[in-house]
């Protein structure tokens, strides 16, 4: 009964330092998701993952690499931090695209990049 | 350029006083509008798709319609518990999904 978990739920960066979210999904959902949500800025599609083997820029990708592990786990990956990271990130899923069918998120990772 | 807009910003209603929040839109081939709710320090939670004009559908006080333009999210009766920031997107069929910012809804007992 998870549904789509996330881990870290809070981290604290130094500008430069590299870190990883980890997203895993018990649904079977073929399609898994990474946003980023701001004040103002609404959520942003980050990358995504239409299918296990497959990954793929989204609206904001800059900064930011991917891994789709498995069919269940969608992990993104900060390289170098920057301020402008900080933000709250969430993993979702879902069983077709997220045009035609509903996502499924995970609860979230609150970064600060200081 | 695909744009969901949502109104009002956010909306204080005594409990019991019903009221509509809006999502217009203007995406390119919409396959499905989608309303979230969001509650603080969570993710969105799903309500409802609709994906045609003139379609309705119904949870608890909820109601949301469709129309060629705009949907519409009725609130009836609210309380205290409907408090929360709900969150509209359009969805196409070649998978893009656009966000609005939603509307952060209170509900005063």
């Known amino acids: 009964n998870a549904g789509v978990t996330q881990t870290p739920k809070f981290q604290v960066l130094k500008t430069g330092q590299s870190m990883t979210l980890q997203c895993a999904q018990d649904m079977n959902h073929n399609s898994m998701y990474w946003y980023r949500q701001d004040p103002g800025m609404g959520l942003r599609l980050i990358y995504y993952s239409a299918s296990e083997g497959t990954t793929d820029k989204g609206e904001v990708p800059n900064g930011y690499n991917v891994s789709r592990l498995n069919k269940r786990e969608f992990s993104l990956r900060l390289e170098s931090a920057a301020p402008s990271q900080t933000s709250v990130y969430f993993c979702?899923?879902?069983?077709?695209?997220?045009?035609?069918?509903?996502?499924?998120f995970g609860n979230g990772t609150r970064l600060t990049v200081t | 350029e695909d744009q969901v807009t949502q109104s009002p910003e956010a909306l204080r209603l005594q409990e019991g006083e019903s009221s509509s929040l809006n999502c217009s839109y203007t995406?390119?081939?919409?396959?499905?509008l989608f309303w979230y709710r969001q509650d603080p320090g969570k993710g969105p939670e799903f309500l409802f798709t609709l994906y045609s004009a003139g379609e309705e559908k119904e949870k608890e006080r909820l109601k949301a319609t469709l129309t060629k333009k705009e949907s519409f999210l009725h609130i009836t009766a609210p309380k205290p518990e409907d408090s929360a920031t709900y969150l509209c997107?359009?969805?196409?069929?070649?998978?893009?999904?656009?966000f609005g910012q939603g509307t952060i809804l209170t509900v005063h007992p």
């Open positions: 995406v390119s081939g919409l396959r499905g």
């Open positions: 997107a359009g969805g196409t069929s070649y998978g893009k999904l656009t």
């Open positions: 979702a899923s879902s069983n077709r695209g997220q045009g035609n069918s509903p996502l499924h």
